[in-house]
Each structure stands twice: as C-alpha cells, then as structure tokens.
Nanobody
Framework: VQLQASGGGLVQTGGSLRISCQASGSTASKYAVAWFHQAPGKEREFVAA????????YYSDSVGDRFFISKDNAKDTISLEMGTLTPEDTAMYYC????????????????WGQGTQVTVSS
C-alpha cells in the first residue's frame, strides 16, 4: 500500500485545518494508521492514530481533544481534523501505516506518505 498526504497549508492561530491521507495500491483496511509531525531540528513525534477497523483512536497529550482522527475503509482515506491550532503545531505532518495494533513509535511503522506542511501563524 502507498500513502499520499494532502491538505496542509497556512492557518492563523485558533483556526482549523483538515489533512487527509489517501491509500492506494492495496486496501488500507487491515492497517493501523497514524499521523506524526516533525518540526525543523526536532524528532518526528506521534500525533494521533486509529485502529485498522476505524474504531479505537489514540492521541498525544499535546493535541488532546483539539484533533480528531477518522478512517474510512470504504474510501481508503484517513483524515485528521485539527482545531484550535497554535504555532507549536507548525510542522510537516506524515501519515504512516502498519499491520496489526496501533503503536506510537515512528520506527514501528513501515509505510510512510510524503508529508504535508502545516503552518500556523501567530
């Protein structure tokens, strides 16, 4: 399966943005999918994840209830709704997939999309 991230852009502090990850080549229905972000000079960090069936979801403490992840297996898309954005959310956002359970460690994911840039202005 291949992943294509899209939807990034520039938004003001307090605003909202939706980014998406489209799977192709094979169905993503058996994959857990996560979003990570990476700011310049920093390590890639876990943001949110969803189980393979689109049921259980997981979020980092830094995003709490500001973000919402969803998975549509019929369309092979995974979306991340981001709200109440702050400049600290500015980063490149990557979607990643793995068979099996959700984990929050980047090196446990073996399929990665190319990333989409999210910039939050102050």
């Amino acid at each position: 399966v291949q992943l294509q991230a899209s939807g990034g852009g520039l938004v003001q502090t307090g605003g909202s943005l939706r980014i998406s990850c489209q799977a192709s080549g094979s169905t993503a229905s058996k994959y857990a999918v996560a979003w990570f972000h990476q700011a310049p000079g920093k390590e890639r960090e876990f943001v949110a994840a969803v189980a393979w069936d689109g049921g259980r979801t997981y979020y980092s403490d830094s995003v709490g209830d500001r973000f919402f992840i969803s998975k549509d297996n019929a369309k092979d898309t995974i979306s991340l709704e981001m709200g109440t954005l702050t400049p600290e959310d500015t980063a490149m956002y990557y979607c990643a997939a793995r068979r099996g359970m959700v984990v929050t460690t980047a090196n446990e994911y073996d399929i990665w999309g190319q990333g989409t840039q999210v910039t939050v202005s102050s």
